[in-house]
């Protein structure tokens, strides 16, 4: 058995203002935060808000991951309390934005992983993820991240599952009322993982997010789920050994059953 405290802090980041969105997550980690916690997953777009008026507004607050005051604060964190932290980035890269999700840890920056999937007005500022599916050690476990409106993907989920993560961390701003959060745990049964949904909550002029962050286990069990509408930090511990068993039945394993001699259709 090897059992790890993960969770998620759902929370409403500030529209481009960093430092109300640092305020409120010092206050969140002072009250709810300890060393005993060995991940958290916070929503996307962490550092700058979601609903942008303008790719002017999109522009002005995102940060490089190699200067940016939202990665030193996580990072801070991550050292103060031994934990790795994934959030959603608004990622400036050259003159391309990216809706990434960047991993940090007590040693500093790990990574980062680029959505692939973009939702509604996200075409208006960001570019399609170009770094694939990468997978990370954090020394207990292995994870990979997907964001928000990746969920309607399946082959996503499957690709992480396949390179052998025991966690997917899903930082989102869901506005679709209850159709992740219900489907989340389909993904975890279908590929034996836990998922750590992180959603957001409150408004931005047009747009109402809907909370229910969602801790799934690898049977499809919901192991935590947060309310709609309140600030609130989920955490579980877990058996990673329940993710690395893909055991349907006795004589039924969830990769070795699989008939790739017949799935050619998918990436067509």
């Given at each position: 058995m090897t059992t790890i405290s993960i969770g998620f802090i759902q929370f409403a980041p500030k529209l481009n203002n960093l430092a109300s969105t640092i305020q409120t997550l010092e206050q969140l980690?002072?009250?709810?935060?300890?060393?005993?916690?060995?991940?958290?997953?916070?929503?996307?777009?962490?550092n700058s808000g979601y609903n942008f008026p303008s790719p002017e507004v999109a522009w002005v607050s995102s940060e490089t991951v190699t200067k940016s005051l939202?990665?030193?604060y996580l990072v801070g964190q991550a050292e103060k309390y031994n934990l790795h932290i994934v959030s959603g980035f608004n990622e400036r890269s050259g003159d391309k934005l990216y809706n990434?999700?960047?991993?940090?840890?007590?040693?500093?920056?790990i990574g980062r992983y680029r959505k692939l999937h973009l939702f509604l007005n996200e075409k208006d500022f960001f570019e399609p993820g170009n770094l694939g599916l990468p997978i990370f050690d954090i020394g207990q476990a292995q994870i990979g991240m997907l964001v928000?409106?990746?969920?309607?993907?399946?082959?996503?989920?499957?690709?992480?599952a396949l390179?052998?993560?025991?966690?997917?961390?899903?930082?989102s701003n869901l506005v679709l009322p209850g159709l992740c959060?219900?489907?989340v745990p389909s993904h975890a049964l279908m590929n034996h993982?836990?998922?750590?949904?992180?959603?957001?909550?409150?408004?931005?002029?047009?747009?109402?997010?809907?909370?229910?962050?969602?801790i799934a286990g690898p049977t499809g069990?919901?192991?935590?789920?947060?309310?709609?509408?309140?600030?609130?930090?989920?955490?579980?511990?877990?058996?990673?050994?329940?993710?690395?068993?893909?055991?349907?039945?006795?004589?039924n394993d969830l990769f070795a059953d699989r008939r790739v001699d017949v799935y050619g259709d998918l990436v067509s």
């Open positions: 980690f002072q009250d709810y935060v300890d060393p005993t916690i060995d991940l958290l997953v916070l929503p996307e777009l962490g939202f990665i030193d990434s999700a960047v991993l940090v840890g007590p040693t500093g920056y928000c409106f990746d969920w309607v993907f399946p082959e996503a989920w499957r690709v992480l390179k052998g993560v025991d966690i997917i961390c899903h930082p959060q219900s489907t993982v836990y998922v750590i949904t992180a959603n957001r909550i409150g408004t931005e002029e047009n747009l109402t997010f809907t909370g229910l962050s969602t069990q919901v192991l935590y789920q947060a309310t709609q509408t309140n600030v609130e930090v989920g955490l579980v511990d877990v058996d990673l050994s329940e993710a690395r068993d893909k055991a349907i039945t006795a004589r």
